[in-house]
């Protein structure tokens, strides 16, 4: 039995604080903001703005996965930050990793210089194991789609808590940085 599962999320974000610098600089720092959205210790560096990030263990029923997905991030011509997986493995249950695809797609964008607006779209596809195929697939949606909406209501309140202060800090540094006079050698 094959199962879609799907959830969204967006972020309506103003920064009431006053900052050197505006969100559109900030966002053009997509190596920073990775750093800052997803724990040092479950990225690892591909290439140039691709990462390979695991996933905290999820459960699932009576099952554990770890998702393995490999995430292009980069901000295009018009200032936008985009974020999109390439790649997914499933470590957990090898009977559901050769039928698993995950799809996410995301984009912030500085609506003003203190608004930032984005949203994300997490999409899973998966071949059920027997032992969950007897479980109504109501339930199995309803279960699936929280779980999604779970990982990105998390990736959200990371934006609206870590984003913002390493935005502010950024702000801050480069402000000081600019201001200080040139050295002379």
């Given at each position: ?59 699932f029923f009576s099952l554990q996965l770890r998702p ?85 209501l998390t990736i959200r309140q990371q934006i609206q ?25």
């Open positions: 039995m094959l199962s879609q599962f799907a959830a969204s999320q967006t972020v309506d974000l103003a920064i009431n604080q006053p900052t050197a610098r505006g969100l559109q600089d900030y966002l053009r720092q997509s190596q920073r903001i990775v750093y800052t959205l997803f724990n040092r210790d479950q990225l690892q560096v591909l290439g140039d703005d691709v990462y390979r990030f695991e996933m905290r263990p999820l459960q393995i997905v490999d995430l292009a991030v980069w901000t295009d011509e018009a200032g936008i930050l985009q974020i999109q997986s390439r790649d997914c493995q499933l470590r957990g249950l090898d009977l559901l990793a050769a039928r698993f695809q995950l799809d996410l797609e995301g984009e912030l964008l500085a609506e003003s210089s203190h608004h930032l607006t984005g949203e994300a779209r997490l999409k899973v596809e998966v071949q059920m194991p027997p032992l969950l195929r007897l479980t109504p697939r109501p339930m199995l949606e309803a279960a699936g789609n929280a779980l999604l909406k779970g990982v990105l808590r870590r984003l913002v202060e390493d935005y502010l800090l950024w702000s801050q540094e480069s402000f000081c940085s600019s201001a200080l006079p040139p050295q002379s050698n």
